[in-house]
């Protein structure tokens, strides 16, 4: 039997709580904002940032978002973010990929300041996550942790490898396994025999972007997986990461795609927003 490792209920209930601490913050006399920026015209990440939107403003946020045409240059969003980071009506700010081409994401992220970068992207967010001082960690990241913390997956002592070392997946993820006293081990492009190495996970998160990529070959009889990737397979349908069908009966839990990682980390964005809110003000909540 694979258990599913559903994150819908975890995403609702996370949103309740989000919603009772954005009407206390109200009553405060403060309205929880978070702003988006976006300077791409791809239809997926429009759709993406639109139920960002429409989820913040149901639980009483303020949702601004500021849309760039696709040629922008650097100097033009750097401007957009010099404003929002001293904007004290703005709590958090999602600068959001893919950029325009020559714009690169390393020369904004530190514009970012550390109090309002909710999705934690910015190299001082990142430095603090490493070494365990309190920071915001990239939304993606927390809400792995999250769906395996709410469905009582064991960490401490525990074998985990990590598939993938992006910024904003990979890496911080690994991070916060270590800090759950996970033994972790960074798989990626260049590791030989991916098999060899996922099947001594006990605990296995895959972050790639290739559909399918990991099958029954890559798992260890009771591990549990949680599948980030997000790809659209040759019928147009959403698969993750990991062949759901292959790994069945093999793996003791999985995430599934859609349905797990995104809409926890949509929740955890709005979470951060509210956190950041409170911190900025003062306010008692
Ligand atoms: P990314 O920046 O594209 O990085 C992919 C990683 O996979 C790289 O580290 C790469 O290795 C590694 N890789 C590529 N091919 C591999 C292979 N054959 N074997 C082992 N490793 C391989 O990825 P990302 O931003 O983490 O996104 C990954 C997936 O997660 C995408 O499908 C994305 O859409 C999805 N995603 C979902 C959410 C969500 O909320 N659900 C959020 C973020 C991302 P190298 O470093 O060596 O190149």
């Not at 996370?14 to 109200?26: G, K, P, Q």
């Not at 401007?79 to 994401?105: F, N």
């Not at 990529?213 to 591990?223: F, I, K, S, T, Y």
């Given at each position: 039997m694979t258990e599913l490792l559903?994150?819908?209920?975890?995403?609702?209930?996370?949103?309740?709580?989000?919603?009772?601490?954005?009407?206390?913050?109200?009553?405060?006399?403060?309205l929880p904002a978070l702003a988006i920026v976006v300077a791409t015209k791809d239809e997926s990440i429009s759709w993406y940032v639109r139920s960002i939107v429409k989820a913040a403003e149901k639980a009483g946020l303020e949702a601004r978002l500021i849309e760039l045409p696709p040629n922008s240059q650097t100097t033009d969003i750097e401007?957009?973010?010099?404003?929002?980071?001293?904007?004290?009506?703005?709590?958090?700010?999602?600068?959001?990929?893919?950029?325009?081409?020559?714009?690169?994401?390393d020369d904004l992220a530190e514009l970012i300041p550390p109090n309002k970068d909710i999705d934690g992207i910015s190299p001082v967010s990142m430095g603090r996550l490493v070494l365990g001082h309190p920071a915001f960690v990239p939304a993606t990241a927390a809400a792995v942790m999250e769906l395996l913390r709410r469905h009582g997956i064991e960490?401490?002592?525990?074998?985990?490898?990590?598939?993938?070392?992006?910024?904003?997946?990979?890496?911080?993820?690994?991070?916060?396994?270590?800090?759950?006293?996970?033994?972790?081990?960074?798989?990626?492009?260049?590791?030989?025999?991916?098999?060899?190495?996922t099947r001594e996970a006990e605990v296995l998160v895959v972050s790639v972007g290739k559909a399918r990529?990991?099958?029954?070959?890559?798992?260890?009889?009771?591990?549990v997986i949680v599948d980030v990737g997000t790809n659209t397979d040759a019928s147009g349908a959403l698969v993750g990461d990991v062949d759901a069908e292959a790994v069945t009966g093999v793996a003791g839990a999985l995430t599934?795609?859609?349905?797990?990682?995104?809409?926890?980390?949509?929740?955890?964005?709005?979470?951060?927003?509210?956190?950041?809110?409170?911190?900025?003000t003062g306010a008692a909540v």
């Open positions: 559903n994150g819908k209920q975890i995403a609702t209930d996370i949103r309740a709580h989000v919603t009772a601490v954005a009407r206390e913050l109200r009553t405060a006399g403060v401007a957009v973010l010099g404003e929002l980071a001293v904007d004290a009506t703005v709590h958090g700010i999602i600068l959001q990929t893919p950029l325009p081409d020559g714009v690169h994401l960490l401490a002592g525990r074998r985990a490898v990590v598939i993938g070392r992006s910024a904003v997946v990979g890496k911080p993820v690994a991070q916060l396994l270590l800090r759950e006293n996970a033994t972790v081990t960074v798989c990626h492009s260049r590791t030989v025999d991916l098999a060899a190495v990529l990991v099958g029954r070959e890559h798992v260890r009889p009771g591990a599934p795609v859609p349905g797990g990682v995104g809409p926890v980390t949509t929740a955890l964005l709005l979470q951060h927003t509210v956190t950041a809110a409170a911190q900025a």
